[in-house]
């Protein structure tokens, strides 16, 4: 099972939250987001920039590092400014 609990609001924190998730109890360090994908997989993000793909008991099956990438903003498209 994957649980999600807030930390409150401490300084420094993804906009301002201190998430903690924890899979049957025990805790994901270093992980900002998780979810489970179709397959039973568990995706999750970590601090610095880095994307994973975790199977069972942990175990890394793709490991997406994006931490040296330099972000390209462009202007929205113009059917992204209307609903």
């Known amino acids: ?14 906009e301002g939250r201190a998430p903690r998730y924890l ?3 025990e805790p994901l360090p270093d992980v900002t987001w998780a979810d489970w994908d179709a397959r ?10 880095v994307l994973e ?3 069972e008991r942990g175990r890394v099956h793709a490991r997406y590092a994006f931490e040296d990438f330099t972000p390209d903003p462009r202007p ?8």
């Open 40 to 49: 039973g997989r568990l995706l999750v993000a970590l601090r610095g920039g």
């Open 23 to 25: 899979v049957d109890g």
């Open 1 to 14: 099972m994957l649980e999600l609990r807030g930390d409150g609001y401490p300084r420094g924190r993804f």
């Open 53 to 55: 793909i975790r199977g």
């Open 76 to 83: 929205a498209p113009a059917a992204a400014t209307r609903w």
